[in-house]
């Protein structure tokens, strides 16, 4: 199911590009949950989260051993009474162009990353938002 996050409007990408960090919840193997907080940028007009790592971090080892399938994830911010979640499968990229342009985009939301030559790229595909911002 693709998602239009352009047609929900500049309040709601307003609230996905203020710097501020969110939850990103993954399911190990034995089904308890695995969150964490992270940095997170949106692509509006591909319906893409991406969140930068390492390659050896839990969540990136999780997607990892997932495969091309990639895992459930959900990436979630809030600020007071307003809160959205960003639902969809999530999968990894260590491609130097998706890590480049995945720095790229923090930067802008947040600050130069440091380099990391093990950094890889998790990019969730958008199939659900919930929340009222």
Known sequence: MEIDLVARGEEFRVFWTE????????VRPDGTPHVVAVG?????EAGVARVITFADSRKARLVKAAGEAGVAAAVCQLEGPRWSTLEGRMTLRDDPVSVRDAEDRYAVRYRQPKPNPKRVVLEIAIGRVLGNA
């Open 40 to 44: 997170v940028t949106v692509d509006f």
């Open 19 to 26: 710097r501020r960090l969110a939850s990103l919840t993954t």
